[in-house]
């Protein structure tokens, strides 16, 4: 573009950019999207140097008109049917602190469970889960075949429902 289509472009704008602003807001009622109209159709001003040459109420003219179209095709569009405007952000959801209060209570059922448990079948129970030894270590460590640990995982898991089922925890 030369520096002739640039004075013209500058020239429009600075015409009739404030006041086509104003016509795409009644067109759009919304702010951004009349700003977006607007440079849209500055935008294809700036394409079509030629629009420029026809003189100022011809451009002024042309410059409306795509405003006018840009803005149907705005409501037409997918977008503009399936979204739905904010004038402000969503709020950000904030932890009500239920999981950190649901986690300690089950924390501490848990260890009144455990409690109840026989000492064999706590240790194996403790170690594998939350320590995560797997039965080999476990038999090594607790100096036991491998098939006791495993009995003693058995027997206390099962152990470990009942006392929870007696405290009035029901399987989630």
């Known amino acids: 573009m030369n520096d002739d289509h640039s004075t013209l472009l500058r020239a429009l704008h600075d015409g009739h950019a404030e006041a086509l602003w104003r016509y795409a807001l009644r067109l759009t ?47 037409r569009s997918a977008r503009a049917r399936w979204e739905i405007g904010s004038a402000s952000l969503p709020e950000r959801s904030e932890s009500d602190r239920t999981d950190h209060v649901d986690k300690t209570l089950d924390a501490w059922l848990i260890a009144d469970a455990l409690s109840q448990l026989k000492p064999e079948h706590r240790v194996v129970i403790v170690r594998a889960y939350y320590r995560g030894e797997s039965i080999a270590e476990l038999a090594e460590v607790l100096d036991v075949p491998p098939g006791t640990v495993k009995s003693r995982l058995h027997y206390g898991l ?15």
């Open 29 to 75: 009622g919304d702010k951004e999207l009349a700003e977006d109209v607007v440079q849209e159709a500055l935008l294809r001003a700036w394409r079509n140097p030629d629009i420029l040459e026809q003189g100022t109420k011809a451009s002024k003219a042309w410059l409306y008109a795509v405003a006018r179209n840009f803005a149907i095709d705005e409501a």
């Open 158 to 172: 099962r152990a470990l429902r009942l006392a929870l089922e007696e405290n009035g925890v029901t399987g989630r």
